[in-house]
């Protein structure tokens, strides 16, 4: 089966981890996200993608080649401009012969995509949106079905009086392709409020399929910090890399970590680190490959990139630090801030609870 993926996007709410690296390649438990969507597709049967590039395109393109290495068929169609959701498919039309998935290439979930296409099928729709429920639906767009999950409306973050349902647009699709014809060609064209609208428009059936599997938008530093809690925590279930090394600890090959290093929680560990004596990584947390974190230091809920250095006593809770980043000793990083790519922090700083720090930036 044929999926297109929405991955051209800047991620511009993600910043600054996604000033060098694209959104789909940020790491998810030290593997590109990407690749933790392909092995999903593959359990729906899912095995032929369209990787849909325009932003940051050359990263993804080196690492994943032809697909073959992950057991999918990858083809990549590169967009000079972007041309939004609805146009970004609409550019790889010739490819799309039969009905086919398409999803944003920043949502984690567990769908169910087999029992989706069989509602699909089942409801004659031209059109399918996965719908999942949220808390406050007044800060979404939300999307009224009828009882058989046909949809009614679509409600621009309804006032709370006229809230008539929490389910939003989940970013997953079943798309027949004579739909197509109806996104313009070339131009910046969504499917949100470009061809969804219109097809209610037109009479065409579009249903909604609502699940109340897991769901999460990476697209914020906070969504992104709470997905890896949330795995960790085992909200949502995963096999993790490396071997398990005492409750709760992955640790990937060739790690030095000291006798009086402390680990707690669920935490992981990526290839090549070293920790040093008394340092305390508390989970859940995960550090990446080739990190040092030295002695006295604290890593507390907290997601490290690749390549980063710790000084002895630094302190970081609930934070995200990208690759490449040097942190000098005794310096505490407060509740919630994120650091982009091959930012130096120097000694005995205090950087501020929430701080974003871009990567041409010293603090
Ligand atoms: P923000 O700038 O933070 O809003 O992020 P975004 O634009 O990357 O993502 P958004 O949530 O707006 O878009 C949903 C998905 O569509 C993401 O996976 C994007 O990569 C993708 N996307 C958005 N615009 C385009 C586009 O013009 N072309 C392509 N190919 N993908 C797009």
Redesign the pocket.
């Known amino acids: 089966m044929k999926a297109v993926l929405?991955?051209?996007?800047?991620?511009?709410?993600?910043r600054p981890l996604t000033l060098n690296t694209p959104?789909s390649m940020v790491p998810i438990a030290n593997r590109p996200f990407l690749e933790h969507m392909i092995e999903y597709l593959k359990g729906h049967g899912i095995d032929d993608i369209i990787l849909?590039?325009?932003y940051l395109p050359d990263r993804t393109r080196l690492h994943f080649g032809d697909g073959s290495n992950f057991g999918v068929k990858l083809t990549y169609a590169l967009?000079d401009t972007?041309?939004?959701?609805a146009?970004?498919v609409k550019n790889v039309a010739e490819c799309l012969d039969e009905t086919f998935f398409v999803f944003?290439?920043?949502t984690y979930t567990d769908i169910d995509l087999t029992a989706m296409m069989e509602f699909h099928h089942n409801s004659g729709a031209k059109v399918t949106i996965a719908l999942t429920p949220v808390e406050d639906p007044t800060i979404y767009g939300v999307v009224e079905t009828s009882a058989e999950g046909r949809v009614q409306r679509f409600i621009e973050k309804p006032h709370r009086d006229a809230v008539t349902t929490n389910m939003i647009n989940a970013?997953a699709y079943i798309i027949a392709p004579e739909v197509l014809s109806h996104i313009p060609n070339g131009l910046?064209f969504s499917f949100e409020h470009g061809l969804f609208p219109l097809l209610l428009k037109r009479g065409d059936p579009v249903y909604g399929f609502q699940s109340d599997a897991y769901w999460i938008?990476i697209?914020t530093p906070e969504k992104y910090l709470m997905l890896h809690h949330d795995l960790l925590e085992g909200r949502i279930a995963r096999v993790f890399p490396g071997k398990p090394a005492g409750e709760g600890i992955w640790l990937e090959e060739d790690c030095n970590i000291h006798t009086q290093a402390q680990l707690e929680g669920t935490v992981i560990i990526g290839r090549n680190c070293v920790i040093g004596s008394m340092a305390h990584i508390k989970g859940p947390s995960i550090i990446g490959h080739n990190c040092i974190i030295d002695a006295d230091s604290l890593v507390d809920g907290s997601v490290i990139w690749q390549n980063a250095q710790l000084g002895q006593k630094v302190s970081i809770r609930n934070c995200v630090i990208g690759e490449n980043v040097v942190i000098g000793e005794r310096t505490q990083c407060m509740e919630g801030c994120v650091l982009g790519s091959n930012v130096v922090v120097g000694s005995d700083q205090i950087l501020e609870q929430g701080i974003k720090v871009w990567p041409d930036e010293n603090p």
Do not use: Q
């Not at 929405?6 to 993600?14: I, K, P």
């Not at 972007?82 to 959701?85: C, F, N, Q």
């Open positions: 929405l991955v051209g996007g800047e991620g511009t709410r993600l959104k849909t590039l325009c967009e972007p041309l939004g959701t146009g970004a944003n290439g920043d970013g910046n938008d697209g």
